[in-house]
């Protein structure tokens, strides 16, 4: 009785590991025109990395998404609360301003 194996999982398994190590890009447009007139263009770019690869080549955009990352929504939430407190001394400087011009 011969043994059988699979060759194909191997190869499978193969083609992922080399996609996920070297990464692979896929890219196309879809325009959508009437008569030469061109009235909608769909630019498509898909990468498949893995994320060491992803961040090797500098993408990390889902750490500083507030969606994505709670790191990165709290970032945004102290940014905002230190903005917001510097407008609020900056009013207060321009009411004061103001009220002691009036008096004069």
Known sequence: ??????????SIVD????VL???V?????????IADVELLTIKIRLI???VDKAKEIGM???????????????QNTKELEKENEQLSK?????EKNMSHNSRY
């Open 60 to 74: 990390d955009w889902w750490e500083t998404d507030p969606f994505l990352s709670s790191k990165a929504a709290e």
């Open 90 to 94: 900056r009013l207060e400087q321009l």
């Open 21 to 23: 190590d070297k990464g």
């Open 25 to 33: 890009v896929i890219a196309g447009d879809i325009r959508v025109g």
């Open 48 to 50: 498949v990395a893995s």
């Open 1 to 10: 009785m011969a043994i059988e194996q699979s060759t194909q999982s191997n």
């Open 15 to 18: 083609v992922l590991e080399t």
